[in-house]
């Protein structure tokens, strides 16, 4: 099974500034399965990035993604008042299908 | 526009069962693995299964081989969860998303229902 660590567990910025999410895993994630999903309070989660750094359908270009191998990030590059949420990264390769821990982004 | 709704979500006791559905539409249903995933209140996301288009594939984590059942309709454009003997950890929203192992591979999780609610409590 890979185990996905997701790091800072929080991090707390203010709208406009930069956000750098980290995403390890236990062992090398094959041929860049690894997803980042947005969720908010009460909401169902949402795709934001696949292949590590491909942009779902719909999704602003100041989400990125990036990384292979075991390690991976998501970057918000200025945030917006919407981006403040909860963000876990996944990794979709192989069964186990595995989720990070989560990393919330709060507003300072 | 995709759209998928679970239902059978309520409070039970430990040890009996529970189904659940997820009605999928502005797809064509059969054509695309379709997946359940959970969070326990205040929790993070665990994958629970994982079915192919054709419902030929199943996948379970070890965790949840023969008490969960995935299955699926493609006449009704339908997904479903048994769940048998269940437990207090299994106090969670499942959600019904659209991906998980394809004909071609595997596939992130890209339409996901609002999640039906699943206590288990005496």
């Known amino acids: 099974e890979i185990v996905l660590t997701q790091s800072p567990g929080t991090l707390s910025l203010s709208p406009g500034e930069r956000a750098t999410l980290s995403c390890r895993a236990s062992?090398?994630?094959?041929?860049?399965?690894l997803a980042w999903y947005q969720q908010k309070p009460g909401q169902a989660p949402r795709l934001l990035i696949y292949?590590?750094?491909s942009r779902a359908t719909g999704i602003p270009d100041r989400f990125s993604g990036s990384g292979s191998g075991t390690d991976f990030t998501l970057t918000i590059s200025r945030l917006e008042p919407e981006d403040f949420a909860v963000y876990y990264c996944?990794?979709?390769?192989?069964?186990?299908?595995?989720f990070g821990g989560g990393a919330k982004v709060e507003i300072k | 526009e995709v759209q998928v709704l679970e239902s059978g979500g309520g409070l039970v006791k430990p040890g009996e069962s529970l189904r659940l559905s997820c009605a999928a539409s502005g797809l064509t249903f059969s054509s695309h693995a379709m997946s359940w995933v959970r969070q326990p209140p205040g929790k993070g996301l665990e994958w629970v299964s994982s079915?192919?288009?054709?419902?030929?594939?199943?996948y379970y984590p070890d965790s949840e081989k023969g008490r969960f059942t995935i299955s699926r309709d493609n006449s009704k454009n339908t997904l479903y969860l048994q769940m048998n003997s269940l437990r207090a950890e299994d106090t969670a929203v499942y959600y019904c998303?659209?991906?998980?192992?394809?004909?071609?591979?595997?596939?992130?999780?890209?339409?996901w229902g609002q999640g039906t609610l699943v206590t288990v409590s005496s």
């Open positions: 079915i192919s288009g054709s419902g030929g594939g199943t």
């Open positions: 292949g590590a750094s």
């Open positions: 062992q090398s994630v094959s041929s860049s399965y």
């Open positions: 998303a659209k991906g998980g192992r394809g004909s071609s591979g595997w596939y992130p999780f890209d339409y």
């Open positions: 996944q990794h979709y390769g192989s069964s186990p299908l595995t």
